[in-house]
């Protein structure tokens, strides 16, 4: 074999070489700098729609999960929680919730997309305190017109099953009601409404 032969296998083997080690090496630079643009996890955890299951979500019961850093209350209501709802019309500060942030879809006597199942905000529209769910009626605390619903411990301000505000309380409007939507009969994505729905 000729030294020219031998040279010329030698230079094609270092370019092959040299340009997988380019290669590599030009990954190496590049994925943490694409890395870099995308949104962290926590960016994307901070605004991503969240799935609950309440499939065992029973009668009366109150879970809570967390969106975009905020409590979001799933509620259970009974037959009896909603009958309460016409009873306290008269009391309320905006029955109709004219005046409130809720999805077109949760805007309703039920402030709901189905009755027996109540989402909100789990946050006080006054000063952002978290109220309490008081499910007992005419608790002595409350005294004996209270029918159930949230009450707000740091500065008194009252709402309904359907989190809506009682009349010459701090809180200015009813709890805000999240986009969700139902994903099926057990399954609700919150963070996105009925106009997201996928086809």
């Known amino acids: 074999m ?8 030698r230079r094609r083997l270092l370019t092959a070489a040299a340009s997988v080690v380019g290669a590599v090496g030009a990954g190496f630079v590049a994925v943490p700098f694409l890395s870099a643009m995308a949104p962290s996890a926590r960016t994307k955890a901070a605004g991503a729609p969240v799935e609950i299951d309440i499939g065992k979500l029973e009668m009366g019961q109150l879970i809570r999960v967390k969106w975009r850093g905020k409590p979001v209350w799933v509620l259970r209501r009974s037959k009896a929680a909603l009958d309460s709802l016409d009873s306290v019309v008269e009391k309320l500060d905006d029955p109709d919730s004219n ?9 309703n006597r ?3 997309i189905k009755p027996e199942i109540f989402l909100a905000v789990g946050i006080c529209t006054h000063l952002g305190c978290s109220p309490t769910f008081r499910p007992e009626v005419a608790p002595a605390d409350l ?19 359907s989190g809506r505000v009682y009349k010459s309380v701090p809180a200015p ?4 009601i999240p986009p969700y939507r139902y994903l099926s009969d057990t399954r609700i994505i919150v963070g996105e409404d009925e106009t997201e729905e996928k086809g």
């Open 173 to 176: 409007t009813n709890l805000e």
């Open 2 to 9: 000729s030294e020219d032969a031998v040279d010329v296998g």
């Open 110 to 112: 039920e402030r709901s």
């Open 99 to 107: 005046e409130s942030i809720q999805p077109e879809s949760s805007k």
């Open 143 to 161: 005294g004996s017109e209270w029918q159930g619903g949230f009450f707000c411990p740091c500065h008194g301000s009252r709402f309904d099953y």
